[in-house]
């Protein structure tokens, strides 16, 4: 029937999917709580009002949105979690000490795929560092993500380093422009059009053009072009990030990737693993409106790397006859034992997924 169809961009989860994506989920979960991020869970929908106000460049018309029938007001589903994030850390959580961590799990969706990423429901999981956008504050975030992607374990882990204000802050400075010549050379370095570049009058942001690619190589690159020192301390804290990496991930460097870094303020960060489709995660420092806070954070997609995911060995599952012991199979469910009871007498265990039998009160192999 046409009406069993999903929309485009949407997919079911079988048991063997929903399996592995919980499991992966939990162990990501519990490498961010062993770094003393506490879980928040914000609702799906909020107001569009609330949403869109906490983070620069959140475009609440990508969002699905409908009116509330109790308020009349706009709600929205959200299409990313981070801005909630920052809503509980400047109201509920406001007078909590600084820095404040909190690690979330949960489904957000969009109006709209894109050319990258077709899928219009994900599975976000992420931590935010509330208070803090410092090197400091972004090694750690950084290094978190990457022990969470270790958990899951999946990998070999890349990270893609960039620089989101990097355009902005040299137009305001070393390399004048004004805000539409800035946003023509922006559009023109998304390209890597060197031609088209000169045409807006971007012709001192050539070498950025350059400047991506293996970390080392990259950075001296970017540390060769005269900014008047506008570039120094941002290529300070890139090396100091990257040494704290060290060997754990494959490290490169694009100064002038803006994909996915709508809100992101000096620093940002993709992150990659194995032959995964696409990027994984993304993160970085940025600002939280409403409070000008500091924050640092990331984000993964876990269903990017639901191919990569290995199968675990399948459980041990106990059949429960008709007129079982019930306290046997109580204490084996205690002891870790899955189970499944007999709703008639004519049922085949084996074909229903069952490894033992209850007899006499114990698992016996099938």
Do not use: N
């Given at each position: 029937m046409t009406d069993d169809l999903l929309p485009e961009g949407l997919a079911d989860n079988l048991p063997a999917q929903s399996a592995l994506l919980t499991r992966a989920m939990h162990a990501a979960l519990e490498a961010m709580d062993a770094h003393g991020y506490d879980r928040v869970s914000p609702p799906l929908i909020e107001f569009e009002k609330s949403l869109g106000a906490r983070m620069d460049g959140l475009q609440t018309r990508a969002m699905f949105r409908f009116v509330d029938p109790a308020s009349l007001?706009?709600?929205?589903?959200?299409?990313?979690?981070?801005?909630?994030?920052?809503?509980?850390?400047?109201?509920?959580?406001?007078?909590?000490?600084?820095?404040?961590?909190?690690?979330?799990a949960g489904e957000?969706?969009?109006?709209?795929?894109?050319q990258l990423d077709p899928v219009r429901q994900?599975?976000?999981?992420?931590?935010?560092?509330?208070?803090?956008?410092?090197?400091?504050?972004?090694?750690?975030?950084?290094?978190?993500?990457?022990?969470?992607?270790?958990a899951?374990?999946?990998?070999?882990?890349?990270?893609?380093?960039?620089?989101?204000?990097?355009v902005s802050t040299l137009a305001q400075g070393a390399f004048p422009l004004s805000e539409e010549q800035a946003d023509k050379v922006r559009r023109e370095l998304d390209t890597k059009d060197a031609g088209g570049l000169k045409a807006v009058g971007g012709e001192a942001f050539l070498p950025l053009i350059h400047a991506a690619g293996p970390f080392d190589e990259a950075l001296a690159k970017l540390r060769a072009i005269d900014a008047?020192?506008?570039?120094?301390?941002?290529?300070?804290?890139?090396?100091?990030?990257?040494?704290?990496?060290?060997?754990?991930?494959?490290?490169?460097?694009?100064?002038?990737?803006?994909?996915?870094?709508?809100?992101?303020?000096?620093?940002?960060?993709?992150?990659?693993a194995g032959a995964a489709r696409g990027a994984l995660g993304r993160g970085g420092t940025y600002l939280i409106r409403g409070t000008d806070e500091p924050a640092t954070g990331f984000s993964i997609y876990l269903g990017q790397a639901l191919p990569l995911l290995e199968a675990g060995k399948p459980r041990d599952m106990l059949y429960l006859p008709l007129a079982h012991d019930r306290e046997a199979a109580a204490r084996l469910r205690?002891?870790?034992?899955?189970?499944?009871?007999?709703?008639?007498?004519?049922?085949?265990?084996?074909?229903l997924g069952c490894t033992h039998v209850l007899e006499a009160g114990e698992a016996a192999a099938l």
């Open positions: 007001r706009t709600l929205a589903l959200r299409s990313d979690i981070t801005p909630q994030i920052g809503r509980i850390a400047a109201t509920a959580l406001a007078d909590r000490p600084r820095p404040l961590r909190l690690c979330y957000v969706a969009r109006i709209a795929a894109d994900r599975l976000q999981i992420g931590a935010e560092l509330i208070g803090s956008d410092s090197v400091a504050a972004a090694t750690e975030v950084v290094l978190t993500a990457i022990e969470a992607i270790e899951v374990g999946v990998g070999p882990i890349s990270v893609d380093f960039t620089l989101p204000d990097l008047g020192g506008a570039l120094a301390s941002r290529i300070e804290g890139l090396e100091r990030i990257a040494a704290a990496i060290g060997e754990r991930a494959r490290i490169t460097l694009d100064p002038t990737e803006r994909h996915g870094f709508e809100y992101q303020s000096w620093f940002g960060f993709t992150l990659y205690a002891e870790g034992w899955r189970t499944l009871a007999a709703l008639s007498d004519d049922e085949d265990p084996s074909a």
